[in-house]
């Protein structure tokens, strides 16, 4: 068994700012979703739905894209079923397989959410960072999910979606 290596001071520190930063972000972004009547769990699952082909996909792929489990991704698909911003379908082509089709209040509902989220990213996160800073991270954040994507522990390789305007 290999020795423990303990957190210096200086790695403590580092580690705890950006775990604080990271919950307390997300928590911020959490009530910006809140406030217009989503929760980040349907606007990743929107916005992975809004740029699948016809804007549907089968429900096990959602779910790979976004590397949730069966339970999670089927529960979290019925709430928003009964809220309509997605339906379910029983797939044409294999009688065991649903599709999730993004409905027109799913679409109403991501395009009306966007423009503030995009706000309070810039304003909570991106504004603070100097293009250096930008660039430093991105190194930094693709150098840590690779690391992940190859330890035991890990989901394995990251889909990150970004939140682009579609003129971009």
């Known amino acids: 068994m ?4 303990w957190l210096d001071s200086r790695e403590n520190r580092t ?3 950006y775990n604080d930063m990271s919950r307390h972000l997300n928590q911020a972004l959490e009530r910006q979703f809140a406030s217009a009547g989503l929760s980040s769990s349907d606007f990743e699952l929107l916005t992975v739905l ?3 082909p016809d804007q549907r996909l089968r429900a096990r792929d959602l779910g790979r894209l976004v590397r949730w489990d069966r339970s999670r991704i089927s529960h979290q698909l019925r709430r928003m079923e009964q809220r309509g911003l997605v339906q379910r379908k029983d ?3 294999d009688a065991r397989g649903v599709t999730v089709h993004l409905t027109d209040e799913g679409r109403e509902a991501l395009e009306a959410v966007q423009p503030g989220h995009i706000d309070a990213v810039r304003r909570l996160f991106l504004d603070q960072l100097t293009p250096d800073e930008m660039d430093a991270l991105t190194t930094i954040a693709n150098r840590v999910m690779s690391r992940i994507a190859e330890d035991p522990f890990g989901p394995g390789t990251s889909i990150y979606i970004a939140t682009i305007h579609p003129d971009s």
């Open 2 to 5: 290999t020795e423990t290596r």
């Open 15 to 17: 580690w705890l700012a």
């Open 50 to 52: 809004s740029r699948a």
């Open 91 to 93: 797939c044409a082509d």
